[in-house]
Nanobody, 119 residues
């Protein structure tokens, strides 16, 4: 699976952005999709994940502000970010995990998109 992330940019505090992650290849509907982020000098952290059953989980600091979704028909995952804060500034990466019936996992990463929240 190849992943192409887009939608990052510069936004003022309180603003919104929507990130997109377009996937090529097969198995999108059976992949768990996620967004991670990495700020300068910090480790990469999981921001949000959506399962094949559309169940979601979020980093505590983004709950009620970010929404992850997926469109299996288009093979795209989204991250809608509202009420952005300066501490959300980071490079955001999309991620997919495909697990076979035998338990073999294939992990793919997108190239990252910069989100900067600043006045």
């Amino acid at each position: 699976v190849q992943l192409q992330a887009s939608g990052g940019g510069l936004v003022q505090p309180g603003g919104s952005l929507r990130l997109s992650c377009a996937a090529s290849g097969s198995h999108f509907s059976t992949n768990v999709m996620a967004w991670y982020r990495q700020a300068p000098g910090k480790e990469r952290e999981l921001v949000a994940r959506i399962g094949t059953d559309y169940r979601t989980e979020y980093l505590d600091s983004v709950k009620d502000r970010f929404t992850i979704s997926r469109d299996n028909a288009l093979s795209v995952a989204y991250l809608k970010m509202d009420n952005l804060k300066p501490e959300d500034t980071a490079v955001y990466y999309c991620n997919s995990v495909h697990t076979t019936a035998l338990g073999l996992r294939t992990i793919s990463w997108g190239q990252g998109t910069q989100v900067t929240v600043s006045s």
